[in-house]
């Protein structure tokens, strides 16, 4: 089982970060900005499902990874899956709206 520092893992996010700062300051429309984070969300699925069928297949190095994609998954599906609550709330409250 291969273990990462906490050094990597943190410079892999900062890294992470400073790239997204970068792509804020490109002009970049809403539409854009959520069809590359539904991207991110259905990639880390994928992930998830690849890491699951190499365990039933026994390729896995160890089931902590797989729990790990599986949980990153699930997460950043409900987030999404709450995002969307929230526009669709916002879309039927501007509709609501006497003008």
Do not use: C, W
Not at 31 to 54: C, H, P, R, Y
Not at 62 to 87: C, F, G, P, T, W
């Amino acid at each position: 089982m291969k273990i990462n520092p906490a050094v990597q893992a943190y410079s892999a996010r900062i890294q992470e970060y400073s790239q997204v700062n970068v792509n804020r300051n490109s002009k970049a429309d809403f539409g854009t900005m959520l069809k590359n984070e539904l991207n991110k969300v259905n990639e880390l699925l994928i992930k998830a499902d690849e890491a699951s069928q190499q365990l039933i297949k026994g390729e896995a190095e160890d089931i902590h990874s797989v729990l790990l994609a599986a949980e990153e998954a699930r997460l950043a599906l409900e987030m999404a899956v709450q995002v969307r609550n929230k526009l669709v709330e916002s879309y039927q409250e501007i509709n609501r709206m006497q003008l």
